[in-house]
Nanobody, 123 residues
Framework: EMQLEVSGGGSVQAGGSLTLSCTGS????????MAWFRQPTGKEREEVATVSVSGLTSYRDSVKGRFTISKDNAKNTLYLQMNTLKPEDTAMYYC?????????????????WGQGTQVTVSS
């Protein structure tokens, strides 16, 4: 059974940067989609960025040019580099995976979730 462990997050002032990490274990398959989601307090969860096993990525419009999703296959780790953070990026961030899936990864129903990590951006 695949498991995901998230690290990173924290508090930063607007314009700052943070990097989230998500380390996976327990999956030996050759295809998957991975994603970062976020859920602001009192709002619905939203997809932030996705990456396929081949490295194809997608981003929600509000983070394009500021966030970068990447993965290190040797370390089984997914990253989300967040630059030029804005107060509206404040949310609980989650890592998710869908084993067996291929591109496109956006809009899929993700089946494996890591624990959330809080990102707070102050103005």
């Amino acid at each position: 059974e695949m498991q995901l462990e998230v690290s990173g997050g924290g508090s930063v002032q607007a314009g700052g940067s943070l990097t989230l990490s998500c380390t996976g274990s327990g999956y030996t398959g050759s295809s998957y989609c991975m994603a970062w989601f976020r859920q602001p307090t009192g709002k619905e969860r939203e997809e932030v960025a996705t990456v396929s096993v081949s490295g194809l990525t997608s981003y929600r419009d509000s983070v394009k040019g500021r966030f970068t999703i990447s993965k290190d296959n040797a370390k089984n780790t997914l990253y989300l580099q967040m630059n030029t953070l804005k107060p509206e990026d404040t949310a609980m961030y989650y890592c998710a995976a869908k084993p067996g899936a291929l591109f496109p990864c956006s809009g899929r129903t993700y089946t494996t979730w890591g624990q959330g990590t809080q990102v707070t951006v102050s103005s």
